[in-house]
């Protein structure tokens, strides 16, 4: 991504330079010509994220994208944590859940089971990366009642995605770029800014999610 700062006008500067000649005598007139900053994606992201919130700093900045190659899907391997619990409060698990993504799961899932004596549980599925997993397992000792746990290494198959900013008759929104097999896109609507507008205008969030995704794709 390149950002282009415009050349400063030579009227706008005038008086400046012919004061400076007046005190220090003639001096060279300095043309200043289009700067250029060529920043990484994530940096990217992070000013286009500031220029949505505020506007006014983007006005002297044109945005350019400079596409990079072209990516291939990631092969990676983590790890699964689960546990089958039938004695805790239900209601415990929003909050595990919580403590669960906050640490930096990839992903965690609640599945109904049936267990010994046709107690009702569930099976609580935590995926992680391979560093995470001690830290992970002491958070299900702590905020659940399971005694044991099984970890296992799991291959997992992604394909590359990155997050954009996209205009719409909402503002600027947040999307998800996916790169396909075939190499086609997909911009998928983020959850996180669909619920913000339809806070914020009262729209039902069904109807905001289909608005983001037909402008975005």
């Known amino acids: 991504m390149i950002f282009w700062y415009p050349n400063y006008t030579r009227d706008a500067k005038a008086a400046s330079f012919r004061k400076a000649r007046r005190d220090h005598g003639q001096i060279e007139t ?3 010509a289009k700067l250029q900053f060529q920043v990484g ?9 500031i220029f949505r919130i505020f506007p006014a700093l983007a006005e002297p900045f044109s945005i350019e994208r400079i596409p990079g190659p072209r990516l291939v899907n990631q092969v990676r391997i983590d790890s ?3 546990t089958n619990i039938d004695d805790m409060n239900p209601e415990f698990y ?3 859940l919580e403590k669960l993504f906050a640490l930096g799961a990839l992903d965690v899932t609640i599945i109904p089971v049936q267990m010994k004596k046709n107690r009702p549980g569930v099976l609580l599925r935590v995926l992680v990366e391979p560093v995470l ?9 702590t905020e659940t009642t399971t005694l044991g746990i099984r ?6 198959i992604e394909v590359p995605r990155e997050a954009r900013v996209v205009s719409t008759r909402f503002g600027p929104c947040k999307v998800k770029r996916v790169v396909l097999p ?5 911009m998928i609507p983020e959850y996180e800014e669909c619920r913000r507008i339809a806070r914020e205008r009262g729209i039902p969030i069904p109807d905001v999610y289909r608005n983001l995704l037909t402008e975005a794709n």
């Open 30 to 32: 300095v043309q200043l």
């Open 41 to 49: 994606q994530q940096f990217g992201m992070l000013l286009e994220e």
């Open 80 to 82: 699964q944590i689960e």
């Open 94 to 96: 929003n909050y595990t």
């Open 133 to 141: 997993e001690q830290a992970t397992a002491d958070l299900l000792f």
């Open 151 to 156: 970890v296992q290494d799991v291959k997992r």
């Open 182 to 186: 075939n190499g086609s896109e997909r």
